[in-house]
């Protein structure tokens, strides 16, 4: 049976809890153990601090897990695949320094300290860059590194960047981009490559309708065809007619941040009745 390791609390619990159901999968987990059994899918949950998921399904003690790619980088565990990115849990690893700082460019950085908790990351981009820095490893709060005078700068997970500004800091360069991402290890087969196709085919449909709305309206018919220019659909729009005459139904499936933009136009060109409705899946 799959074993899916996920992080036992933190940024990622709720929405890595979340992606399962919305992929139909049901776990209880009111009553949390230290694993946890889906009610209607062959999947085990076992719950881990996400430092420790990388090696976990790197050993083989869980076939998959879901954690931020920024982790996995970190721990560089042996015969880990990240089979799919998930969408949430977006944020990047930045340099910063105090904001006084007349900062010209990466070569700043030489002789200078960096308090971080990433490490190997950080070592890579140095190298990448020929920057001879000193790398100070904090596991708690590197933010804090300048002003308690350990670090000249740090190196550390940034998404609003209002933490930094808070202890006076200012981002400088953004060297890696993260998200939440599903990892498994090469032991995957048989039945269980086939539950994880079943997921992986669910999990697209999950992502790729997160973001659309479903739109319908009612168009006359000498406005069918630019309307029809303005949505462009799965295949194409679906287009009924009506019992009125000269008037049609047309449907069609739009990016959420398109919808305002497209009804302004429709409405330009005639359209009535406009309807913007939730989906809840999308198959492709
Ligand atoms: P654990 O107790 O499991 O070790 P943690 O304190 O190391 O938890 P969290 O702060 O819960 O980790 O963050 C988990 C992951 O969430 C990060 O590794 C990163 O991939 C992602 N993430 C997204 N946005 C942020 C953010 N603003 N700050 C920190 N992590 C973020
Ligand atoms: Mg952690």
Known sequence: MLRLVVQSKGRLYEQSMNMLKEIGIDIDDSKR????????????????????????????????????????????????????????????????????????????????????????????????????????????????????????????????????IANGLKEVEKVFQSEAVLIGNDTIQGEDQEQLDEMLFRIDSAIYSKDKKYLLMNIPANALEKAAKILPSLRSPTIMPLSADGWYSMHSVVKTSEIWEKVRKLKQIGAEGILILNIDKIVL
């Open 33 to 164: 153990k230290f694993i946890s059994c889906a009610s209607n899918f062959p999947i085990e949950v076992l719950y881990m601090r996400d430092d420790d998921i990388p090696q976990i399904v790197s050993a083989g003690t869980a076939s998959l897990g879901i954690v931020g790619l920024n982790e996995v980088e970190e721990r560089g565990a042996e015969g880990l695949k990240v089979i799919k990115k998930l969408g949430f849990g977006g944020c990047r690893i930045s340099l910063a320094v105090p904001k006084s700082a007349d900062y010209t460019g990466p070569q700043y950085f030489n002789g200078k300290r960096i308090a971080t908790s990433y490490p190997r990351i950080l070592k890579n981009y140095l190298d990448r860059n020929g920057i001879d820095a000193k790398i100070e490893v904090i596991t708690g709060s590197v933010e804090v590194a300048p002003a308690a005078g350990i670090a000249d700068a740090i190196f550390d997970i940034v998404s609003s960047g209002g933490t930094l």
